[in-house]
């Protein structure tokens, strides 16, 4: 996993003179409904709603390509939660503006 990290910065920097770095986070939160096929997860309850909230952090874009850091925390919107979840990873965003520009 760090050697596919490593070779897609790499890339990042080989293309960083038209590029920007750093960019303004994103925010978020969203209500979501779990899906009950493999049991009740999260909420205790079943037909709880599943809260989440976000982050997204821009580290480097370039024609409608980011590379974007992430965190999540997901936890039941009412009553107890079993378990809450949280994540922090690293992703790639694609602006289909750019590819229908």
Known sequence: MYKHILILLLICISMSAHAEWFGYPAFGYVIEAPSTSNGTF????????????????????????????????????????????DAIGIGIEIDTRELFH
């Open 42 to 85: 999260f909420c205790r309850e079943e037909g709880d709603l599943v809260g989440s909230t976000y982050i997204h952090q821009p580290v480097y874009k370039h024609k409608g390509f980011a590379v974007i850091g992430s965190y999540s925390h997901k936890s039941c919107q009412y009553g107890e939660d079993a378990p809450s979840y």
